[in-house]
């Protein structure tokens, strides 16, 4: 476990003229956070920067203290309700043969730069970093929420809402923005991401009687019929916000047998889905373990098990509201106010919070070879948000 260390904040300077949001950003590509290492070099960091500027710092660890969330908080009156801005640390792995730079080394070539996490999402908590002293100079009220293992089981932003100590001050929060790589366009609305796994297990036998085997790998193939059958439904529902206006369904795994000459007595499945609506998941779920229990209850010998190991929750936010209206004075929507790919969003929408994904970069850098933003995205989308609370 790396051990935390104060004193002075060293930057690395990429710019010519000591340009914070870039210097902060070389700084965050510099720490290896990729989803096999853990987070607290670059939190520690981040603590001591955000302290040297007197806002109250506090870190929420994961059981083993391998991996830190950060929760920051400047709150000089509580008349004003607070702004949340929310990010992740951790990034994906990078296959260093496919990289042209050093991926974690922030590299300038033009008006490009090159690093891990430049676009998802290191470079929007740079400009937000760099905007603390003039919301501190503008004395409002705002909280900086940072997170690990966003990239995989989002179990970061669970545990920082768990927290009793950021749930006392939640309720007066205005809303959250979330600084995913929108093109600093405003969004609305994502859909949810659900993963899981059915598995069957019947009863194995040598292929040459299968009178006394129950085939798990038959029945699988089945209940593979009747998921896809049940996923036909979900176009009928549909909302044109998004660019692919319905919720889609997919087996990508399916693992049964281990030999020519036994019959298997498992098998499983494993699936993904992205719902357009929160509502639209539990309905879809609940009819698909119905149908596949009333199934497995006809068939003597044959149990099925559901492992419902992914819940990333929809975002879900109207127009009509004070935060948004704010928003839409200097930020605009882009092609659609609503995204297929999953934000931490979601999880403040669940707590009723206005919440909106609006951040510099392309949605398309993410999780590629040579990842990218530009000093133009990132400027922009600084001088915007310095806009938005002068």
Not at 199 to 223: M, Q, R, W, Y
Not at 241 to 266: C, Q, R, W, Y
Request: charged share 15%; hydrophobic share 40%; net charge negative.
């Amino acid at each position: 476990m790396i051990k935390e260390t104060f004193g002075s904040i060293p930057l690395i300077s990429l710019s010519e003229n000591n340009n914070p949001i870039i210097d902060i950003l070389s700084q965050l590509i510099s720490f290896d956070t990729t989803t096999s290492n853990d987070t607290l070099e670059a939190v520690f960091w981040v603590k001591r920067y955000l302290k040297n500027y007197g806002l109250n710092v506090r870190l929420i660890y994961n059981p083993s203290k391998t991996r830190a969330s950060l929760v920051a908080s400047f709150i000089r009156n509580t008349t004003d309700k607070s702004v949340i801005f929310c990010g992740h640390l951790d990034v994906v792995p990078v296959n260093q043969k496919n990289w042209q730079t050093n991926p974690f080394a922030l590299t300038k070539k033009q008006d490009k730069l090159f690093g891990r996490g430049a676009s998802d999402m290191k470079g929007g908590i740079a400009v937000i970093l760099s905007l603390v002293p003039t919301l501190i100079q503008q004395q409002k009220n705002f909280i900086i929420i940072l997170t690990h293992n966003e990239e995989t089981t989002g179990t970061g932003i669970q545990e920082v809402l768990n927290d009793s100590y950021v749930r006392s001050f939640l309720h007066n929060v205005a809303g959250c923005i979330v600084a995913e790589p929108t093109n600093s366009c405003l969004v609305l609305g994502h859909k949810t991401a659900t993963a899981g796994t059915i598995t069957l297990t019947g009863k194995p036998a040598h292929s040459s009687h299968p009178d006394l085997a129950v085939n798990a790998l038959f029945h699988a193939v089945e209940i593979y019929k009747n998921f896809y059958f049940l996923a036909s439904r979900l176009s009928q529902q549909t909302d044109n916000d998004f660019e692919i206006p319905h919720s889609v369904a997919d087996i990508l795994i399916f693992n049964a047998g281990t030999a020519v000459n036994v019959i298997p007595a498992e098998a499983s499945l494993t699936y993904s889905c992205r719902f357009i609506s929160e509502q639209a998941e539990q309905t879809f779920l609940a009819e698909l373990e119905k149908d596949i229990y009333t199934y497995a209850n006809q068939i003597k010998g044959l149990s099925v098990h559901f492992d419902n190991h992914l819940h990333i929750p929809a975002l879900e936010t109207t127009q009509n509201n004070l935060f948004v209206q704010k928003l839409l004075s200097v930020f605009a929507f882009g092609p659609y106010k609503k995204v297929s790919f999953g934000t931490e969003a979601g999880y403040f929408s669940l707590l009723g919070i206005p919440t909106v994904v609006c951040g510099p970069g392309n949605i398309e850098q993410a999780h590629q070879d040579n990842e990218f933003i530009t000093e133009e995205q990132l400027y922009y989308y600084y001088n915007q948000l310095k806009q938005l609370f002068l």
